[in-house]
């Protein structure tokens, strides 16, 4: 991971000390950014891929150009890792997973028991209306409801994230108000700020900032939508176990749900 920090935005500026939309998306901003991206970028976190695209994109003018310039590090990035098909490994949780076509549906939900105490993360993913995996993980022995939430809602983001870049349309459904409040509203103001708040410190910043800037880059291809908890939804429900599936395994890595997956049986299990 890289900083952000004046000396790597001035890699990246073009002799008008500007950057172009590509590298404002690689910045997670908008383009109605552009005039105050310096201040919305220092200290910002982005990977090192990020970071060395950001800084080839530089002085392109021609978006042709850059577009090139971006299917071309993609392409070197998969030779690096070996990769013969359309394939992800998130670096601090997810495995290694191929992804394959179809428009997907993400629930996602974390759970704690007691709060705060241990607490896991769980997803479930529908391909084309049918239930096609489970995920859960990111266990801690001394959680939070919020924490396992938003490390639910992180990971969902990054499976997103894998389906908009393989073709397909992915949507996510979360049961955490909070957390969804967190990426799509009150992180704008707390980032304009310096990351502050009145009152005090924002609890869980590391994982808020993480979603956030994850959000930003995906937004316009993933939709984020609020559910209610426990009201009928297979999904909701299905995530819910997995979160406390997590717990039980005590399973601090997000990795998919290995054993034959009967619906009715895992719905039979201890629930949040």
């Not at 076509?101 to 709060?115: Q, S």
């Not at 529908?126 to 990971?155: D, K, V």
């Not at 939804?233 to 299905?238: D, I, Q």
Request: hydrophobic residues 35%; proline residues 2%; neutral net charge.
């Amino acid at each position: 991971m890289q900083i952000v920090t004046e000396e790597l935005l001035e890699l990246g500026l073009d002799k008008s000390g500007a950057v172009n939309a590509e590298q404002l998306i690689l910045l997670g901003l908008k383009e109605s950014d552009a005039e105050n991206f310096v201040a919305l970028s220092l200290g910002k976190e982005l990977s090192d891929a990020r970071a060395e695209l950001f800084v080839l994109l530089a002085n392109i003018k021609a978006k042709t150009s850059r577009k090139t310039i971006i299917e071309n590090y993609k392409a070197l990035q998969k030779f690096r890792k070996g990769e013969t098909q359309v394939s992800e490994v998130n670096e601090k949780s997810q495995e290694k997973v191929i992804t394959p076509k179809g428009d997907v549906t993400i629930y996602c939900d974390g759970g704690c028991n007691p709060n705060p105490g241990k607490a896991g993360s769980g997803v479930a993913i529908y391909r084309g209306g049918e239930l096609a995996e489970l995920w859960y993980g990111l266990y801690e022995p001394m959680g939070t409801n919020n924490t396992a939430e938003l490390g639910a809602l992180y990971e969902s983001l990054v499976i997103a994230k894998r389906e908009t870049e393989s073709g397909n349309k992915a949507e996510i459904k979360c049961d955490s108000k909070y957390s969804i409040d967190c990426i799509q509203t009150w992180a704008i103001n707390w980032e304009k700020k310096g990351w502050t708040k009145k009152g005090g410190a924002i609890k869980n910043l590391d994982i808020i900032k993480k979603a956030y800037y994850l959000y930003n880059e995906i937004r316009a291809e993933v939709k984020l939508s609020h559910i209610k908890a426990h009201a009928g939804f297979e999904g909701n429900e299905l995530a819910d176990r997995m979160t406390m599936y997590a717990i039980e395994t005590k399973s601090e890595k997000f990795v998919k749900y290995s054993e034959p997956i009967d619906v009715a049986k895992i719905l039979k299990m201890r629930a949040g």
